[in-house]
């Protein structure tokens, strides 16, 4: 059988994913390294690891490009893939908020019209939206969210909080959570059928570790 292939996302969970995986016995020292390769190999325990941007981590999981991946609670909320998630990881944890400048923080949004929101989150910030009864054109962004209301682009925005800095040194406050996350497990649902004993042997040792740490 082919080696186990694992998706793991650059960014802020990687870290905290690669010290996971360590403990678990895997090989990370080439991704630690700072290595460009973006398929990196570990012979001795027959696994390779992907090293992909978060939303593409649930992609190549759920098309069956990698069996298994390490990903944000927050980009499943708003990809809604057809994956298997058994496992929740005791990293990453954050919040996704609504925010706006400093100046406006006493606004009544509820009355506010032709607002304009900017988000990495569209799909979690519409859903929110239409359960409140509020309306707001979302303008989707990539990353640098907290700039929009400063340069005029939104009122609001949505985007992730763990520390609060950047909202703090951006000028803004929160109004609102919207949801929690934390980082996760995911698997293609073929490749638990088909790898059934090696998959579930991979949750059963993260559950383990998870475990120990916990106590
Ligand atoms: C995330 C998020 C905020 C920041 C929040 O950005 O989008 O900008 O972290 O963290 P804090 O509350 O600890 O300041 P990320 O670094 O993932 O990059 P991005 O700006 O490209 O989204």
């Not at 390490?70 to 005791?90: K, N, R």
Request: glycine fraction near 6%; charged fraction near 25%.
């Amino acid at each position: 059988m082919s080696a186990l292939t694992i998706a793991l996302p650059k960014g802020r969970l990687l870290n905290p994913a690669l010290d996971v995986l360590d403990t678990l016995g895997y090989d990370m020292a080439e991704i630690r390294g700072g290595t460009r390769k973006l398929i990196v190999e570990d012979n001795k325990n027959h696994a390779r690891f992907l090293l992909l941007k978060p939303f593409d981590v649930v992609t190549f999981v759920e098309y069956g490009a990698a069996d298994v991946g390490i990903v944000g609670q927050d980009v499943l909320l708003e990809q809604e893939s057809d994956v298997f998630e058994p496992l929740a990881l005791p990293f990453g944890f954050c919040r996704i908020v609504l925010a706006t400048r400093r100046e406006r923080a006493q606004t009544n949004w509820r009355l506010a019209t032709s607002l304009r929101l900017a988000s990495k989150y569209p799909r979690i910030t519409r859903k929110f939206f239409i359960e409140r009864g509020w309306s707001a054109e979302i303008i989707p962004l990539h990353g640098s969210v907290e700039i929009a209301p400063a340069l005029g682009l939104s009122d609001l925005l949505v985007d992730i909080v763990d520390t609060g800095r950047t909202l703090k040194e951006n000028g803004l406050v929160e109004i609102e959570t919207l949801c929690h996350s934390q980082a996760a497990l995911i698997v293609n649902r073929a490749s638990h059928a088909l790898r059934f004993q090696e998959i579930g042997a991979l949750i059963a040792r993260l559950n383990q570790v998870i475990k120990e740490q916990g106590d």
